[in-house]
């Protein structure tokens, strides 16, 4: 059996002719023919068993981090090979697995595995179960970053605890509707632990949330995706069981603080629903009580008020887009929250990239801000950092989203307004701009949705002049053939 080399390779090119210098780039070795441990990676090639009819078959890796990795698996595949002994059958069986492995980023199966099949002349080819095939898809995943952390955090804790086991060639739609029953059950324990009059077993679930709709949704979405995938690999056939399986995936829609409901809030506390917008009146009440006790912050709760921009594209606002003489800006970064530290990155989506158009008061609010850093500016001198954002805090450095979210919380607590999250404000920019007629294409770019369905779907239950104006119209058919009788 072939021993296999053990070699490095990088991918620079030769100036010349642009070819990849592959294995021969002249700063793989050092002058005394060594290796160069500060360039390139490690590889190795073995010799597989001929197929069936004879063709030669070259194991090659590469993109190892070290020797000793590269040598290791190398080993391995020879130890599965050493397996077949003189059995061609067996050899070319096992030549399959490992090529297969190689092909699909797979580990390559246990020796002591492989043994074991042999013995019971049954199948090698060793399928992954979910949880393995779930783990190596993140790691060769290439997506944002926040939308990696948010499917490892998916996997990691719903999708292995359930599915992990189940050989990935076994997965039905029966696992999926099993899994959603279970964590049903679990919601429901969930809220009968917290509604328990003893405090002792409330607080076992003081930091536990129920596995809402939305997240169940999403749960599916991640698993869809890498079956997909896994389908389009070749590594299993037939259809994808996370197509046939339906969640409930219904976004909690806006609710508005009406007089109504403002008035039996503040007798119950009792808020009628996890998503509330307050109403136009309300949203200038708000500012107007920020605008006389917090200036710094005002003018970007105003942004966001006025013309629905995300947390994140607030934060993380430009300070090259703002172009007050033309009344617009754009939006082309975001600040976001990655495990506990922050990064500025382009928002997700293209229809996340737009234009804000702006009206004359939030021309006159970020003109008056903009005086005002350039004071803080001029007091803080050589020490006051170039971050390059418009909104920043008086010392000169980037606001953190979650500081933004809880300074919001504090001043609307202290003005005495039903609550709402900071996103809300958002919803209630869509919400006003809907029951003043705008029409739905044109505030869906506003918000920078990527279709108008989301933003007709969310909000245009809530608005009201349309439903007043059906209704006025109904009235009207009805007492006109009632007068003609």
């Not at 700063?27 to 023919?33: E, I, T």
């Not at 898809?137 to 990691?156: K, P, Q």
């Not at 964590?183 to 607080?203: Q, Y």
């Amino acid at each position: 059996m072939a021993e296999g080399s053990i070699f490095k390779r990088c991918g620079c090119r030769d100036p010349h002719t642009d070819k990849p210098y592959g294995t021969h780039c002249p700063q793989l070795r050092r002058p005394n023919r060594s290796w160069n441990p500060q360039h390139g990676h490690w590889a190795y090639q073995l010799e597989l068993p001929p197929t069936l009819d004879g063709q030669r078959r070259l194991l090659r890796r590469s993109g190892i981090a070290t020797r000793q990795q590269a040598v290791a698996e190398r080993d391995h595949a020879r130890a599965l090979l050493a397996l077949a002994g003189r059995d061609r059958r067996r050899q070319i069986e096992i030549g399959d697995v490992i090529q297969n492995a190689v092909r699909h980023r797979l580990p390559f199966p246990d020796v002591d595995r492989v043994r074991q099949r042999l013995r019971g002349d049954g199948p090698l080819g060793d399928m992954p179960t979910v949880g393995e095939y779930l783990t190596t898809w993140l790691e060769h995943l290439t997506a944002d970053i926040n939308t990696i952390h948010g499917y490892e955090s998916i996997v990691r804790n719903h999708l292995i605890p359930h599915l992990g086991d189940v050989p990935l060639d076994k997965l039905r739609t029966s696992h999926l509707r099993a899994m959603f029953v279970a964590m049903e059950h679990r919601n429901a324990e969930i809220r009968s632990l917290k509604a328990s009059p003893d405090p002792a077993v409330r607080r076992t679930v003081a930091r536990v949330r129920p596995t809402g709709p939305v997240t169940r949704h999403h749960i599916r979405a991640v698993l869809r995706k890498a079956i997909n995938d896994a389908l389009a690999d070749e590594l299993i056939v037939g259809s994808n069981p996370a197509m046939l399986v339906k969640t409930p995936a219904d976004r909690a829609l806006p609710i508005v603080w009406e007089d109504e409901r403002v008035e039996r809030w503040r007798v119950t506390g009792e808020v009628p629903g996890p998503v509330m917008v307050w109403t136009a009146e309300q949203v200038a009440t708000f500012l107007d009580y920020v605008a006389d006790h917090d200036q710094v912050i005002h003018p970007m709760l105003h942004l966001m008020a006025y013309r629905g921009l995300r947390r994140g594209e607030t934060v993380g606002l430009r300070d090259t887009e703002v172009r007050l003489a033309k009344r617009e800006l754009t939006i082309n970064n975001q600040i976001a929250i990655m495990g506990h530290r922050t990064i500025q990155k382009p928002p997700k989506s293209r229809a996340g990239n737009r234009d804000i158009a702006l009206d004359a008061d939030t021309v006159r609010a970020l003109t008056a801000y903009r005086a005002l850093r350039a004071t803080w500016r001029l007091a803080a001198g050589e020490a006051w950092p170039d971050t390059g954002l418009f909104f920043v805090r008086p010392d000169g450095q980037p606001w953190h989203p979650n500081a933004f979210s809880a300074r919001f919380r504090l001043l609307a607590r202290k003005a005495g307004m039903p609550p709402v999250r900071l996103h809300d404000l958002r919803h209630s920019a869509a919400t006003i701009a809907l029951d003043a007629g705008i029409d739905v294409k044109v505030v869906s770019e506003q918000l920078g949705h990527s279709t108008t369905t989301l933003t007709r779907d969310t909000y245009q239950s809530v608005t009201k002049q349309m439903h007043q104006d059906a209704a006025d119209a109904v009235a009207a058919r009805i007492a006109g053939k009632s007068a003609a009788l």
